[in-house]
C-alpha cells in the first residue's frame, strides 16, 4: 500500500554521463518491478517519479538522468540527507515463467534493472537489450548494449534469435510502439512501463490519461494508477 515516506541517503553516484543511481534506506516493506515512487524535491511541490531500479533489504535503488530542477536537486543530495517519497505506487510487471526478452531505451533501462534481477532470482530464462545515446551515456547491466542509432534496429534480430516467449520493454512512446508492432507481428506477449509528466501520481489529476483498448472499447487509463505497465495490445498509440 502506498506510504509517503521518509528515507535517508546511502549514496548518490553518478553511474554515467549526468545519469545517477540514488539509494534510500526506509521504512519501505516492499515495491515490486515495474512500480514506481516519488520524490519531494524542493523548492518544487510535485513531487518527482522514477521508476524503482532495484529493492534489497530495505534499500530502494533508483537511476535518474538529470533533467530539470528537481533531478538537479537530486543531484547534489549527499549520504545522510534526508528525502521525503511516497511509494510504492502504480502497478508491476506481471512476471511469468516465460522465456523473456527485456528492451531499454536510455534511461527506460532503469525499471528493467530490477525486473532482470527478479527474473534471474525465479530462474527464468531473460535476455536484455538497451539502447543509449552513447557509450558514455550507458546504464550498465544489460546483457547487449548499443550505442548511437536505435535499439529498434536490434528487436527483430534477437526475436528471431532468442525465440522469447514474453516481451518487457521501457522506452520511449515511438519506440514502444514500434516494439508493439514487431511483437504483434511474432505474437509475442509484450508489456511497457510507460511515462508521462504526473502531477498527483494517484490517480486523482487525470494528468497522464492514455486511451487503451478494453473489452473491445477504448476506454481512458492513468499511467499512474492503472500503469505504468500496460499490455502493449491494449494500448492506443497516438
Ligand atoms: C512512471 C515514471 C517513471 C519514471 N522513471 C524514471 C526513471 O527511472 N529515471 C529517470 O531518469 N526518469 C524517470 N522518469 C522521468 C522523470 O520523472 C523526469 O525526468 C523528472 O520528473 C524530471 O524532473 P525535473 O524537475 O528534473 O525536470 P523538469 O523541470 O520537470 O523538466 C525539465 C525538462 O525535462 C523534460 N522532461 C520532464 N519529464 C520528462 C520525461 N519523462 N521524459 C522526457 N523529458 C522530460 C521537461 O519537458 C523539461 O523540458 C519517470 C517518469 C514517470 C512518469
Ligand atoms: S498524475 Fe494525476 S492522474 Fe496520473
Redesign the pocket.
Known sequence: MKKNLKGKILSITEIAKEIFEIKIESELKEISAGQFFQVLCPPKTMRRPFGAAGFENGVLKGVFKLRGDGTKYLSTLKSGDIVHFTAPLGNGFNIESKKSLLIGAGVGTAPLLYLSDVLNMQGIEKYFIAGFRSKEEEIKGADFAQYGGTILDFVEPYIQKFNPEKIYACAPDIVLKKISEIASKYEIETEVALEKT???????????VIKVIKNGEIQNA????DGPVFNASEVVWE
Not at 504526473?198 to 497522464?208: D, Y
Not at 492513468?222 to 494508477?225: M, S
Open positions: 504526473m502531477a498527483c501520481g494517484i490517480g486523482v489529476c487525470k494528468g497522464c492513468t499511467i499512474c494508477h
